[in-house]
């Protein structure tokens, strides 16, 4: 029977190797040391954005085209 390791990384257990990847590109980019830092850093920005605030609520907004002027049969 086999031993297994004591300590197993989490982070690059669970994500597939081109993100893991590119989360390491983004530690060394922004010269942070562990990765749940750097998730906490790109969660923060993906959901508050650039500007701090969550994006406005979309339940208004129609996924039907637009139209200009008056509807014309075809």
Do not use: C, W
């Amino acid at each position: 029977m086999s031993r297994r390791a004591e300590f197993r990384n989490e982070v690059k257990t669970r994500l597939e190797d081109p993100v893991y990847e590119g989360l390491q590109a983004y530690k060394a980019l922004h010269g942070i040391d562990h990765d749940s830092a750097a998730l906490a850093r790109i969660a923060k920005l993906f959901l508050f954005g650039t500007i701090g605030t969550l994006p406005a609520n979309l339940l208004g907004v129609s996924v039907a085209a637009s139209q200009v002027g008056s509807a014309v049969t075809a």
